[in-house]
């Protein structure tokens, strides 16, 4: 019989709607439970794309004993990290704090007030590698709560208050300088791996947020080392395993430091941050690389991920059918030779295996490899190869497909809006920008209420229930504003201020500027979390910072330029110290230091030829952060257009930055030139 997850929206809570354990969504009824009926709370925390919380999910809430234990003992409560970040960040933060790591699935166990007293994240069915098991962790609990109740009341109470001691160093509010930018490189130039892109060792993750920095101070400085740290790393990850050689797209991690062999599960917010990275890199480099991968990573997202809505779906499974019924990590994506003979012929094979690396020892298990691009003097046919790729893709496509994770993240939707407006206008694609257009009208029509308030998810086109936190905000505006440079409606720049206001009035601290990840109006949590570094996605912290800098360039509005320079503040603090853990607000930074500039196209109309031309040289330009606004002459769709004649009857551009305008051009190629010094 389903339990009480059977109406969620979270594809991850209905893959336990059928567990026989009595699951409750995150809520205050099921605290109200646990005080009734003076039992502990077991918090789940994980998402549908995540492998071990699938483990953990077959080993022990699908086993009936197990459940039978936990029904009669605890309050159990399931959440989707990605539905509620803000009660994953609290309760992680606890976990690392007191275990010094984290991860998913956290398991944690909480007095009916939501205290923790308990941490874990993945228990095993029977002890291993010094574990003990679930069941001996259950016990171990249930004993504490029935036999020495004063102790775990003392322990709850020290972590929270611990937690609550725990406020970040703010560092002020004056934003960074070139002293700290330069800085930031220099830890970034250590940290980098010469042989083999990227920062650190293994596991690796892809830098872009750190990639946008230094495209943007290579813009800016002319620093060629930057430079060439963006462009090494950019092509060693599109050689390497973590690139769907055949469909294009990017998994979430390298699990090694060569990134051959990828933790396969592919995320929306990863191929929308990499897709823009990639299209930037074409930008400053004119890359054919660069330009294929953006392009391919542009068509993966809207191919596999967007949903009926026109929404893009938050994540594939790295997990699928071997073929064989087992669900086997990777198995829709490797190969071994004899597959490859299969599928081509002889001849075709080994010149696939050539190609793409693929070995009869493997590079992966059980002697199948990963499809890479190995650095090889040979020199093959481009239309032979196009002809092996495409016959391995349609090969692939009748394996069971991964799951796919269907539920509509405003945030990382956000930042797909932005990646896909962009790649389209560069690479004369109206698709792509029409795919854009599709997911900011779904975030409009379903996620936004008569307040212009966000709703954080939604699926099948049917909005959760859960508030929207400042990432939401702040992504969801730099999409929009993305769209309205591209597009030039200026309906989605006011719809960017709709959200941004929200930010202003409810996510900043008024005396420090520092910002928070929750309302100051959202469901009390033990602690309200704020996080300014960014992870796998841009933190709420530099999105907002951002896309509030971004509004400012295109209206003129002095509070929330002020509130992007005062939130910086952490950059300048962070920057220098930590600056792999901060690429999108070292990137924001680099864009106040720019101005940024402030650029308007104006034409006879959007569909003149010289209009668009130039329209283009603009979004071309390299300037960090460039807002761009582009309209008929005497239009009101945009602030900047005010009071820009056309030059004779002709077309023109206008680039202003720090209360100062260059000389109105008519000439692209002066334009461009004038947008990349």
């Known amino acids: 019989m389903p339990n009480r997850l059977a109406h969620e929206t979270s594809p991850y809570l209905l893959q336990h709607a059928d567990n026989p354990v009595d699951w409750w969504p995150w809520s205050e009824e099921a605290f109200e439970e646990a005080r009734r009926s003076d039992r502990p709370v077991l918090l789940s925390v994980g998402y549908s794309s995540c492998h071990w919380c699938h483990v953990m999910a077959h080993e022990s809430f699908e086993d009936e004993a197990t459940a ?70 259950l016990e171990g609990v249930r004993s504490a709560w029935t036999d020495r109740r ?171 059918d071997d073929g064989t019924g087992r669900h086997v990590e990777g198995a829709y994506y490797v190969w071994r030779p004899g597959q490859l003979r299969e599928a081509l012929g002889d001849d075709d094979a080994e010149l696939a ?53 269907d539920k509509v993240v405003a945030a990382w939707n956000g930042l797909a809006i932005a990646a896909l407006a962009e790649t389209g206008a560069y690479f004369d694609r109206p698709d792509l920008v029409e795919a854009a257009v599709g997911a900011a009208d779904l975030l409009v029509r379903v996620h936004l ?27 969801v505006a730099e999409g929009f504003l993305a769209l309205a440079s591209v597009t030039g409606e200026g309906v989605w720049l006011d719809f960017a201020g709709f959200l941004l206001d929200h930010v202003l009035a409810r ?14 109006d959202a469901e009390r949590l033990i602690r309200r979390p704020q996080d300014p570094t960014d992870n796998a996605v841009p933190s709420g912290w530099s999105a907002a910072a951002g896309a509030l800098l971004g509004y400012a360039a295109h209206t003129g509005s002095e509070p929330h330029r002020r509130a992007a320079e005062r939130a910086l503040g952490v950059v300048k603090a962070l920057g220098p110290r930590v600056p792999r853990f901060i690429g999108w607000g070292l990137a924001v930074a680099e864009a106040l230091l720019d101005g940024p500039r402030e650029v308007a196209v104006v034409g006879p109309s959007l569909s003149d030829e010289a209009t668009k031309t130039l329209h283009r040289a603009a979004l071309l330009g390299t300037a960090p952060g460039a807002v761009v606004a582009v309209g008929a002459a005497e239009s009101d769709e945009f602030p900047l257009l005010a009071d820009r004649p056309l030059q004779q009857g002709a077309p023109a551009a206008y680039v202003c930055r720090n209360f100062t305008c260059d000389a109105p051009t008519t000439d692209p190629e002066r334009l461009r030139e004038a947008l990349s010094s």
């Open 449 to 475: 209420d008569e307040q212009a308030r966000l709703t954080r998810t939604s699926k099948d086109g049917r909005a959760g229930t859960n508030a929207g936190v400042l990432e939401d905000y702040g992504d």
């Open 507 to 520: 996510f900043v601290d008024e005396e420090s500027g520092a910002l928070y990840d929750t309302a100051a």
């Open 150 to 320: 004063d102790e775990v009341a003392e322990v709850a109470g020290k972590i929270v208050r611990d937690l609550a001691g725990r406020e970040i160093s703010y560092g002020g509010t004056e934003a960074p300088g070139e002293q700290e930018l330069a800085q930031a490189l220099l830890g970034l130039t250590r940290e980098y791996d010469p042989q083999r892109g990227g920062f650190g060792g293994a596991p690796k993750f892809p830098p872009s947020m750190v990639i946008e920095f230094l495209l943007r101070h290579h813009a800016r400085t002319g620093a060629e080392g930057a430079l060439q740290m963006a462009q090494d790393t950019g092509e060693r990850m599109a050689r390497g395993g973590i690139y769907d050689q055949l469909g294009g797209g990017f998994a979430r991690y390298s699990v090694d430091r060569d990134w051959v062999v990828p933790h396969f599960e592919k995320m929306l917010y990863d191929n929308a941050l990499l897709c823009r990275v990639y299209a930037h890199l074409w930008r400053a480099t004119g890359s054919d690389l660069a330009r294929r991968v953006a392009l391919e990573t542009a068509d993966f997202m809207v191919r596999e991920l967007r949903t009926e809505q026109g929404g893009f779906a938050s994540a594939l499974d790295a997990d699928s």
């Open 353 to 405: 295996a050539r190609y793409f690396g693929v070995t009869e020892e493997g590079t992966f298990e059980e002697g199948a490899s990963v499809l890479q691009l190995p650095q090889r003097d040979e020199v093959f046919e481009a239309e032979r190869i196009a002809s092996v790729r495409q016959r391995l893709l349609e090969r692939r496509a009748s394996r069971p497909a991964p799951g796919r994770d």
């Open 68 to 137: 039978d234990f936990l029904n009669a003992h605890f309050v159990n409560v399931k959440v989707d990290r990605e539905e509620r970040p803000d009660v994953d960040a609290v309760y992680m933060e606890a976990v690392q704090a007191a275990t010094g790591q984290g991860g998913w699935p956290m398991t944690v166990f909480l007095t009916p007030e939501a205290e923790p007293f308990y941490f874990g994240t993945y228990f095993p069915p029977a002890p291993r590698h010094g574990m003990p098991s679930f069941r001996q962790v």
